[in-house]
């Protein structure tokens, strides 16, 4: 086929797809039109196939890759997490309402300490004494680091995150009520403490009945957004129009990136991480009814598109007597993949209680699985100044990016020693590209 015949069917293939993706989410869809659309994209996908990488044409179709079985590189549907365990690492129930969990290495010591927030609002401090590996969770501190508690509200989450990009973990949080608040870190790494809460700072407004909410770098651009889950729109995106150091937020926006606008369920209790170790965020959340839905990111890392939400492919499971769970995607116990700890809800003796669930991942391929098998290692690591990066192949782009999907590093035909110097310390994700377009992935940690 010659270069401009396939760029023109390539070009096609994309348009078709977009209006089948947009038909199908603005639910405006015919059975007629579908056929007919689905018969045109299948006719362009056998004509185009012999010459483009199932990669590229996963990128062209985007969200709606899933109907045709291209379902990216088998890493997601790999995960096979255990049944939810309550009460994990030490650390008992508490009788509130919620328990919305938010983790980060607080005192600098390598491993994950954890922070609830509560229905009325109080925080609840647990510090990790044991290991990256093996976490143990110390008795709760309420109030802790001179973070004041939010009594004029409820239904309080929260997300530790470096939105002022100063090297350490600041503290937002949003309510029921659609306020959000910020409480800046000006402590030191390993002794943090928090200055009183500034309401909708840097420009963020009200958004009515926020049911959760993730801080990431959904578009690549270098600073962090926000996400959040609402009643209506389910998932507004609120973008960061400043920078990685001055942030700026736009107004709410609903329906973006093929997410869901609306929806007949009423719970939006999410997050967003990179699932299947292919550079972007994937989406996980969870509906009123108790089940879970994952969006697979399609698109790329700057420019986000989400398949169509697929119900509970992980088999995740609320406790009996529960009804809801408020999941953060985190690799709690250091084996290279992704974990859910969880806020759960639920009933015992006619009272109710909530409490962390962790979800530990069991089957996936993995980043360091995945470094293994393409012949990568890194050393040292943790790391400190320079890491070492130890392969065969030849690579022609290195990014790193932190926790939130935020590209902190990025480097075009990268040599072997990376300077690392100037990151703050925490885990970091290391993305090569070798010349054939093979990705590799492992994840480190600066000290």
Do not use: W
Not at 127 to 146: C, L, V
Not at 358 to 364: I, K, P, V
Not at 380 to 393: K, Q
């Amino acid at each position: 086929m010659k270069k401009r015949t396939l760029e023109t069917k390539k070009t096609l293939l994309y348009l078709k797809a977009k209006e089948l993706g947009h038909l199908i989410h603005s639910r405006q869809l015919s059975k007629d039109q579908y056929q007919k659309l689905r018969a045109k994209l299948e006719q362009l996908i056998e004509e185009i196939k012999p010459y483009i990488s199932i990669v590229q044409l996963k990128r062209i179709l985007g969200s709606v890759a899933l109907l045709f079985g291209l379902m990216s590189s088998g890493t997601a549907e790999a995960q096979n997490f255990k049944t939810g365990k309550l009460n994990p690492f030490g650390l008992e129930p508490i009788q509130d309402y919620i328990m919305a969990p938010t983790l980060a290495d607080l005192d600098n010591d390598g491993d994950l300490d954890l922070l609830v927030s509560t229905y009325y609002g109080q925080f609840i401090y647990y510090k990790n004494s044991g290991t990256a590996k093996n976490p143990q969770y110390e008795k709760g501190r309420i109030n802790p680091f001179g973070i004041k508690m939010i009594d004029t509200s409820y239904m309080v989450f929260s997300r530790f995150c470096d939105l002022d990009n100063d090297g350490d973990f600041d503290l937002i949080t949003g309510d029921y009520y659609g306020d959000f608040r910020f409480y800046r870190n000006i402590g030191q790494k390993d002794n943090p403490s928090f200055e009183d809460p500034v309401v909708h700072p840097f420009g963020l407004s009200n958004v009515y009945e926020i049911l959760s909410f993730s801080v990431v770098d959904i578009d690549g651009d270098g600073d962090l957004d926000i996400m959040a889950g609402t009643y209506d729109p389910f998932i507004s995106f609120i973008e960061n129009t400043g920078s990685a150091t001055n942030p700026a937020f736009a107004a709410p926006v609903g329906g973006k990136f093929g997410l869901p606008s609306s929806s007949q369920d009423y719970l939006a209790m999410m997050d967003f991480a990179d699932l299947d170790n292919d550079g972007d965020l994937d989406l996980l959340y969870l509906n009123e009814n108790g089940n879970f839905f994952y969006q697979e990111n399609y698109g790329s890392k700057t420019n986000p598109d989400f398949a169509i939400a697929v119900k509970d492919p992980f088999n995740l499971k609320v406790p009996t007597e529960g009804y809801y769970v408020i999941p953060v995607m985190v690799d709690i116990d250091d084996d290279g993949d992704l974990d859910i700890i969880g806020g759960a809800t639920y009933y015992s003796n006619y009272y109710e209680y909530s409490a962390i669930i962790f979800y530990e991942n069991t089957g996936s391929i993995g980043i360091e699985k995945l470094s293994t098998d393409k012949k990568i290692s890194i050393y040292p690591n943790p790391a400190t100044d320079v890491l070492h990066i130890r392969s065969i192949s030849q690579f022609k782009l290195l990014e790193i990016t932190n926790y939130s999907g935020q590209l902190v590093i990025k480097q075009d035909f990268p040599e072997p020693e990376i300077n690392v110097s100037s990151l703050a310390p925490g885990i970091y994700l290391l993305k090569l590209e070798d010349t054939n377009g093979f990705i590799q992935t492992e994840k480190f940690v600066v000290n």
